[in-house]
């Protein structure tokens, strides 16, 4: 156990929050799955949302991609407009761990790459966001992980210690940015595995 650390620190998309474009997609390309891969790999990619997180207004990246790629204005407006419907729900069994840390006494903190637009849903709809002492929001900062100003913007706001921390994130260059700054990071893969490695840390009983 590292018995100096008690602090847990969440990612939340991939996480706590089943989020994926293709939930709203599936729905607007039927059938053709090939056809909405190459849609969210060559027109809305990951780097242009992430210019979202980042701080980017949804309408100037909107504006931006539909002139690139008239053909698909519809599609790309959606992506705004029907942003609500790109969130699956909760992963049950990680909010169920993160109530087991809440219980234990354990100090939580969350730090997502996430728009300043559309965070505001997704914190109204799920009740379990009130149990955090403190939430950074990449797109409220203007930048992302894992840019290590926004780990220490965290660590700084709610005078959290590194030593005593833990990071979650399903994104291995996110984790390793936290080890950097000298944050125990578990590298995410599913909700058991989740909680072995918290047992195995002393965060919760077996």
Do not use: C
Not at 22 to 27: F, G, I, S
Not at 37 to 43: A, K, Q
Not at 196 to 202: F, H, K, V
């Amino acid at each position: 156990m590292h018995s100096k650390r008690n602090v847990v620190i969440f990612d939340f998309g991939g996480v706590l929050v089943d989020w994926n474009p293709r939930h709203l997609y599936r729905k607007l390309f039927g059938d053709d799955e090939e056809g909405m891969e190459r849609f969210l790999t060559e027109v809305t990619t990951n780097e242009w949302n992430l210019q979202q997180d980042k701080g980017r207004p949804w309408s100037e990246a909107v504006a931006l991609l539909t002139k690139e790629h008239p053909q698909h204005a519809g599609l790309i407006a959606a992506y705004h407009e029907r942003w609500p419907e790109t969130l699956k729900g909760p992963i049950d069994d990680s909010v169920t761990i993160l109530h087991d840390l809440k219980k234990a006494g354990h100090p939580l903190y969350g730090l997502t790459n996430w728009s300043h637009e559309t965070f505001p849903f997704a914190r109204e709809r799920y009740a379990f966001f009130d149990w955090f002492d403190g939430i950074v929001v990449s797109g409220e900062e203007g930048m992302i992980k894992p840019d290590p100003k926004l780990y220490e913007t965290l660590l700084e706001r709610y005078d959290i210690d590194p030593k005593r921390a833990i990071f979650i994130d399903d994104n291995k260059h996110n984790v390793e940015a936290a080890e950097a700054l000298g944050i125990h990071g578990i590298h995410f893969h599913s909700p058991a595995q989740l909680r072995s490695e918290l047992i195995a840390l002393g965060f919760l009983p077996e």
